[in-house]
């Protein structure tokens, strides 16, 4: 067995935990473009196949739509209410603290148990934290509250349409690395 494959596997392990870290918030989409990168760089393809840069190219150009999709989501679920900017800011800080207790709140269910909780605690962190901004900044209970649905859903859409796109380019580079 040709030791490209026995890296070309750890590449593939590492990259669905890089996947993975996408729900605590963490960039995971971009740790995926670089580890692809280090891989083509410095592990040598064997004769017709294997990654190269064009892989890369594809990848960079995936994270970047995932960052947009992210982003787009948040921000128009918190625009359609009018948030505050310290209600978007508490989202976010609310977002990766429910993300991040989430994750340990589910590590009793083996698998989905961290991956489902780190998703609703982010989402539900979202909440939080927008409906407290709003609060600070002197809003009614009725419209913190319309504001903190508004960062759950943008949350939950946004991070669910970045895994998909991770799960993409993970699935671009294992198929590309062996076939």
Request: no cysteine.
């Amino acid at each position: 067995m040709s030791w490209y494959y026995v890296w070309a596997v750890l590449l593939t392990l590492t990259n669905l935990a890089a996947w993975v870290s996408t729900l605590v918030l963490l960039p995971g989409n971009w740790i995926v473009v670089g580890l692809t990168a280090l891989f083509v760089w410095l592990i040598p393809a064997p004769e017709g196949m294997g990654i190269g840069w064009s892989t890369v190219a594809i990848a960079t150009v995936l994270a970047t739509l995932g960052e947009i999709a992210e982003f787009a989501a948040g921000a128009a679920g918190a625009a359609r209410r009018q948030a505050s900017r310290r209600a978007i800011l508490l989202s976010l800080v609310g977002a990766i603290a429910g993300s991040m207790i989430g994750a340990v709140v589910g590590l009793p269910v083996p698998l989905v148990g961290p991956v489902l909780a780190a998703l609703l605690g982010g989402g539900v962190g979202a909440f939080v934290g927008a409906y407290f901004g709003e609060q600070w900044a002197g809003r009614s209970h009725e419209d913190s509250v319309e504001v903190g649905k508004a960062a759950f859903v943008g949350r939950m859409l946004g991070t669910v349409a970045k895994l998909a796109i991770g799960a993409a380019m993970v699935a671009i580079v294992t198929i590309d690395a062996f076939f």
